[in-house]
């Protein structure tokens, strides 16, 4: 560990005097390609420290990421970070690609039905008492204080949304990462993923109630059909690029890693502009694959093990750099409480409503659920584009309470994890 | 959505390149384009903002930190081709022999065009002299693939294919050498602050290539041992760009330091790399064609005295290394006709003029370089054709003699 420190202390003096030498020029050119390189070299070794210091390599790389970052060093300029949207998508498509390769329909079937009822309950609960609290503390929040009541309860509903979604993307990273197997991850994975896609239902809901309160009018037919195309245009598209994998595996059999890295930008770029969810396209073709040849799915674990470290470390250390730190400060005691009702809520639920026969998931799934980040960015920015008005306020709070989660979510689900025994490595080579 | 267009255009015209449509027999220079990646280039032409407009001018500036990072790779796997114990092997007629035609297809391109670049161009001479000089360049470049493509096939020698090989590898010295200058005389008002300029680029990357050297020494994990060679790449092609100094350059410093300090994980640096090789070649080619001005006629006026007078240059310039490099190193009969090919460092070195010399002689110089080293290509395979004779006899251990002397 301690020449991992040495290695993060003596990159972070390049940049250092990086960003130093650009004071000497007048106009600084593309600052991307510097961010790609700083934040992939720092948070590898940012996760050798901190899987040192007993915690996840993911939180390493968030920290990192933080540290050298527009908001705290400042090392890496904000356009920098910005300009790395592309890794995320691209991240995102791979990790939901493993996680689809994961599912398999023995295990749907297993626990399929019980994982649907526990996500209901947790996510309602969860929703319910975040609708409140929103609701509650209007007067607080400078963007909702001159609304209506029920423009008011239209965006508490939008808020508590979005506040409730999980991260499927950590929560499969550290899996990888710990080389977790058992009936405890299988269902801390599933419950992630399938509440993801209540939320992604939920929030076009609440969308569309939300413009109709603000005027916009009630398109019911229209809200029911975009939401149908999100989720079952992604996984027609998912079933395609599944076939797609198959005939390249089968007929080319060279470059898998850079074939699938390929395929993943593909679908999370051509995903995006066709209003489909990348994390649902790639779900799909993963779990079609795993299940109609499992050879295959197999090659494809390992193959994103080989390509998926440096995806994985960029992403989660861009990731760390675009938490906003200053948007604590403004809208920081609002945004911690509902981080901690919100916390509350889900170990409320877990210890109530999990199955009993299990003993580990009323007492450990709770950790596994706390995280937030890919998903959650994602639709804090659809609030802020599709409601121009109060929308960038709202990302604000949102970003704040991803803040919160992301530096503790990964040590909980970690902890979750371990507790649960079902940890079968310290590390898997070449993962998060 | 730039981005995925580039993807797509390249996987279909990688899945096209390595197809049967493209059959030596029926259509041998296409097949010779593709293989050289070239093929990319002209698709690149196509699919730009003056001609088909699929991408905007928008669109590749979106792309330039892609380009950065090309170039910083290109830089860093040359630079690691820099074997300090081999290159203190070969003796000084080599040297001199390479210096001799890179020079002679420099001087010719170089010196006449530089009047009627200075004539249409309005700029200064000081700008039109750095334009010229990186015109002479890129002529001044070769590429040694036909050479070795014939040698593995037994159509050559291997000595004499080896021997031509080596003497377009000391080319790029050349190229390098006045990009550096051209830089120095165009990057900048004042030629101190372009030497400034430059030298800020070389002792970035020699500090990336330390610190890469150092990152990567006790690295055992592939996944890690790759991770930190794409990081150390996008770093230093990253800062180049950002420092707005040549990426290039930079990133030849830093594979060159890399090679001197890195020790027994150069190797494994470089095999990592040798896996982004081709794909970061393809993509930078691509979108070097994209940023052609194919409406330029003052451009398409400049390109027949640039393939006229480099081909010139290195045909003379053939004879003169034969005569200087004596006995000292095998080479084919007509040097100089094995020498025309270009390569892909001319596009290297003008897409870095580009980038950082703005304006529109630059935009020119890219435009002539590109459409000459398509034509050039073209005219390389018939050309090669007048070195290959008859094979000779050699015992292996007698050409791995030649070639180590």
Same mark, same amino acid.
């Given at each position: ?49 901190? %899987?040192?210091? +007993? ?14 970052? !527009?908001?705290?060093?400042?090392? =890496? ?61 209007? *007067? ?27 991260? !499927? ?7 990888? /990462? ?14 992630? =993923? ?43 598209? +998912? ?29 999370? /770029? ?7 969810? *990348? ?24 193959? =994103? ?7 994985? $470390? ?47 998931? %009323? ?70 | ?114 009047? !009627?670049?200075? &004539? ?11 334009? $010229? ?76 290539? $330390?610190? &890469? ?126 020498? =025309? ?46 070195? &290959? ?17």
């Amino acid at each position: 560990m301690k020449g991992a420190v040495i290695r993060l202390l003596l990159l972070m003096g390049l940049l250092a005097v990086i960003s130093r030498a650009q004071v000497l020029r007048a106009d600084a050119g593309t600052p991307v390609t510097l961010a790609a390189g700083a934040l992939l070299l720092c948070g590898l070794f940012a996760g050798k420290v901190a %899987k040192g210091l +007993g915690l996840p390599r993911l939180t390493g790389y968030l920290l990192v990421g933080v540290a050298v970052g !527009p908001y705290a060093l400042g090392f =890496i300029p904000n356009a920098g970070v910005k300009g790395l949207e592309l890794v995320k998508g691209l991240a995102v498509s791979l990790i939901a690609l493993v996680a689809g390769t994961e599912l398999r329909l023995g295990l749907i079937r297993r626990v399929g039905a019980r994982v649907a009822i526990l996500c209901a309950g947790v996510c309602g609960l969860t929703f319910l008492a975040c609708f409140g609290a929103t609701f509650a503390v209007k *007067p607080l929040l400078p963007f909702m204080a001159s609304m209506t009541v029920p423009q008011a309860l239209a965006v508490s509903a939008l808020v508590s949304t979005v506040v409730v979604s999980f991260s !499927p993307t950590v929560t499969i990273a550290i899996v990888q /990462e710990t080389s977790a197997r058992g009936t405890f991850t299988e269902f801390l994975m599933a419950l992630v =993923i399938i509440g993801d896609l209540f939320v992604m239902v939920a929030f076009a809901l609440a969308a569309g109630v939300t413009k109709a309160s603000f005027g916009g009018g009630l398109d019911v037919t229209g809200l029911l059909g975009s939401v149908g195309w999100e989720l079952f245009g992604s996984v027609a598209v +998912g079933c395609v690029l599944a076939m797609v994998v198959l005939v390249y595996m089968r007929g080319v059999k060279r470059e898998l890693p850079l074939f699938l890295v390929g395929l993943s930008f593909a679908a999370a /770029e051509g995903g995006a502009r066709l209003h489909l969810s *990348p994390l649902l396209v790639s779900l799909a073709a993963g779990a079609l694959i795993a299940n109609l040849d499992e050879k295959a799915g197999e090659r494809i674990h390992h193959a =994103i093990q080989q390509a998926g470290l440096p995806v994985f $470390a960029l992403f989660f250390a861009a990731a760390g750099a675009g938490l906003k730190l200053d948007a604590l400060v403004t809208v920081g005691p609002v945004a911690m409480l509902l981080v901690a009702l919100r916390g509350v809520a889900i170990w409320f639920s877990c210890k109530r409503l999990a199955p009993a026969d299990d003993p580990r998931l %009323k007492e450990y799934l709770w950790m596994g659920l706390i995280s937030q980040a890919g998903v959650t960015f994602g639709l804090a920015a659809l609030v802020s584009r599709t409601f121009p008005t109060f929308g960038p306020q709202v990302e604000v709070l949102i970003v704040a309470m991803i803040t919160a989660h992301e530096l503790v979510g990964p040590v909980l689900t970690r902890r979750a994890l371990a507790a649960s025994g079902e940890v079968r490595a310290d590390e898997a080579a070449g993962t998060a | 959505m730039q981005a995925l267009l580039v993807l797509l255009s390249i996987a279909a015209l990688s899945l096209l390149a390595s197809s049967r449509a493209l059959d030596p027999g029926r259509f041998p220079a296409l097949a010779r384009l593709a293989a050289s990646g070239f093929l990319f280039l002209i698709f690149g032409v196509l699919m730009g903002p003056s001609v088909a407009g699929l991408l905007s001018t928008r669109n590749l500036d979106g792309l330039r930190p892609v380009v950065a990072l090309c170039l910083g790779a290109s830089g860093v796997i040359l630079g690691l081709n820099l074997e300090p114990r081999l290159l203190r092997l070969l003796p000084r007629p080599v040297y001199s022999a390479a210096l001799a035609h890179a020079g002679t297809a420099f001087l010719f391109v170089a010196v006449p065009l530089v009047a !009627p670049i200075l &004539l249409t161009s309005g700029l200064s001479p000081q700008a039109a002299v750095g334009a $010229a000089a990186l015109l002479g360049a890129a002529a001044s470049l070769s590429s040694g693939h036909f050479a070795v493509l014939a040698y593995r096939s037994g159509r050559m020698d291997r000595a004499r294919g080896l021997g031509v090989a080596l003497l377009t590898m000391l080319d790029d010295a050349v190229g390098l050498g006045v990009l550096a200058l051209a830089l120095v005389l165009g990057a900048s008002t004042q030629v101190g602050e372009g030497l400034g300029l430059v030298c800020l680029a070389l002792l970035l990357g020699v500090m990336c290539g $330390a610190l &890469l050297a150092f990152l990567t020494h006790s690295l055992k994990d592939l996944a890690e041992l790759t991770t930190v060679t794409l990081g150390g790449v996008a770093l230093v092609g990253g800062a180049a760009a950002y420092l707005r100094v040549s990426a290039l350059l930079a990133g030849v410093a830093c594979g060159a330091t890399l090679a001197l300090v890195g020790g027994r994980t150069v190797e494994r640096v470089a095999r990592a790399l040798g896996r982004v090789e081709r794909p970061a070649f393809l993509v930078l080619v691509f979108l070097v064609g994209c940023g052609v001005h194919a409406r330029d006629w003052g451009a398409w006026a400049l390109v027949p005295g640039f393939v006229g007078l480099r081909f010139l240059g290195k045909v003379l310039g053939g004879k003169l290394a034969q005569r200087l490099v004596g006995s000292a190193l095998e080479l084919p009969p007509r040097l100089g006709y094995a020498l =025309i090919a270009q390569g892909g460092l001319a596009l290297c070195l003008v897409a870095e003029y580009g980038m950082l010399v703005p304006g529109g002689l630059s935009q020119r110089v890219l435009d002539v370089v590109v459409v000459g080293a398509v034509l050039n290509e073209l005219l390389a395979g018939p050309a090669f054709r007048q070195v &290959l004779g008859p094979p000779r006899a050699a015992t292996p251990a007698r050409q791995d003699l030649e070639v180590a002397a």
